[in-house]
């Protein structure tokens, strides 16, 4: 359905158009989101950020989630989490080990900066799809916690009872497909390559350069 991410982000950045000039705060999940948010803060004239989450693995599959876990510790499990054999002590292994990937992901992707202020603002938290949508949960539900004005979710393309999920969480879910059909996010792209952590640095530090800045009316 879309070429690759920045096509996809393009696309959403029209349809939170009317955000532009709001000076909306707009919050990545690593890694795959951070271009993308990167060209829609920079589409609405708004800030770029990270919303650090991670998901927690299914026993034996590591790309599906059976929840997904904040900076603070706090923990979504998905309902289909133990029927899938996820038992408490693996669950408490898998948040174990997110929560020393989030505190690595932190002290690398912004060390010694302070989280941009949310409190009062839009803030639109980008990702490139819903799957399960637990990582998209646990990143709202952070958010939420530092009271912005309005938060908003912002994907591409999610499984429909994923955006059924996360739509309450948020005070509005811009999603710009949601088929029947899903089985994974990357089958709805035509590229979809995995980030690195320099790409992920070198887009925040673009970001916050003075180039950048000048370009935000552009």
């Known amino acids: ?3 690759d991410r920045t096509e996809a982000a393009g696309l959403l950045a029209e349809a939170l158009s009317h955000y532009r000039g709001q ?12 271009g993308m948010a990167a060209l829609i803060a920079r589409r609405l004239q708004g800030e770029l950020d990270l919303v650090l989450v991670r998901k927690l693995h299914a ?3 590591p790309e599906f989630a059976i929840g997904a876990v904040d900076e603070s510790g706090w923990l979504y499990l998905s ?3 133990s029927s899938v054999g996820a038992t408490p002590d693996y669950v408490e292994e898998q948040k174990a080990l997110q929560m020393q990937e989030l505190a690595r992901r932190r002290q690398l992707y912004t060390p010694g900066r302070l989280r941009k202020d ?5 803030v639109i938290v980008v990702d490139d799809g819903l799957a399960t949508g637990a990582t998209m949960i646990a990143a709202l539900h952070s958010v939420r916690q530092r009271h912005p004005a309005r938060l908003v979710c912002a994907v591409p393309v999610g499984a429909p009872e994923s955006v059924r999920l996360v739509q309450e969480h948020a005070d ?3 999603c710009l497909d949601a088929p029947r059909r899903f089985s994974a996010v990357g089958q709805f792209y035509g ?10 640095i070198a887009l ?3 970001a916050e350069s003075p180039a950048a800045g000048e370009n935000r009316t552009a």
């Not at 000076?23 to 951070?34: E, Y």
């Not at 949310?118 to 839009?122: D, H, I, N, S």
């Not at 590229?191 to 992920?200: A, G, H, I, T």
């Open 1 to 3: 359905m879309f070429t």
């Open 23 to 34: 000076n909306p705060l707009v919050l990545a999940i690593p890694r795959g989101a951070v």
């Open 59 to 61: 026993p034996g599959a």
């Open 79 to 81: 309902s289909h989490a």
């Open 118 to 122: 949310a409190q009062g603002r839009v």
């Open 172 to 174: 509005e879910v811009v």
């Open 191 to 200: 590229s979809f390559p995995q980030l690195e952590d320099d790409e992920v």
């Open 204 to 206: 925040l530090r673009s």
